[in-house]
């Protein structure tokens, strides 16, 4: 089994920062693509960014220039770097990541548990 662990959710205020991580762990032969999703109340879920396990990185609009995704793959784990946050990023972050278990096996999609992210004053 996998499980995908994210940390490092809260409060923060309109303009600052926050870096959120996500950390794999259990039965994972290979990590491919990992990515930052975010579901706000009654919204739908929408990837935020991703990054292949070569380091290409994908960004929604109205994350780019503002987050960072990056990925420490010796540690299996995930990261985002958010800056200049907004009021409109409050949101549940989850983690994603596709993941080969064994060599002989297909590629599975697994999910975390969510951070909350609240940018207020």
């Known amino acids: 089994q996998v499980q995908l662990v994210e940390s490092g959710g809260g409060l923060v205020q309109p303009g600052g920062s926050l870096r959120i991580s996500c950390a794999a762990s259990?039965?994972?032969?290979?990590?491919?693509?990992m990515g930052w999703y975010r579901q706000a109340p009654g919204k739908q879920r929408e990837l935020v960014a991703d990054?292949?396990?070569?380091?290409?990185?994908n960004y929604a609009d109205s994350v780019k220039g503002r987050f960072t995704i990056s990925r420490d793959n010796a540690k299996k784990t995930l990261y985002l770097q958010m800056s200049s946050l907004k009021p409109e990023d409050t949101a549940v972050y989850y983690c994603?990541?596709?993941?080969?278990?064994?060599?002989?096996?297909?590629?599975?999609?697994?999910w975390g548990q969510g951070t909350q992210v609240t940018v207020s004053s």
């Open positions: 994603n990541a596709i993941v080969v278990v064994t060599p002989w096996d297909y590629e599975h999609d697994y």
């Open positions: 259990g039965s994972i032969f290979r990590l491919n693509t």
């Open positions: 990054i292949t396990s070569g380091g290409s990185t």
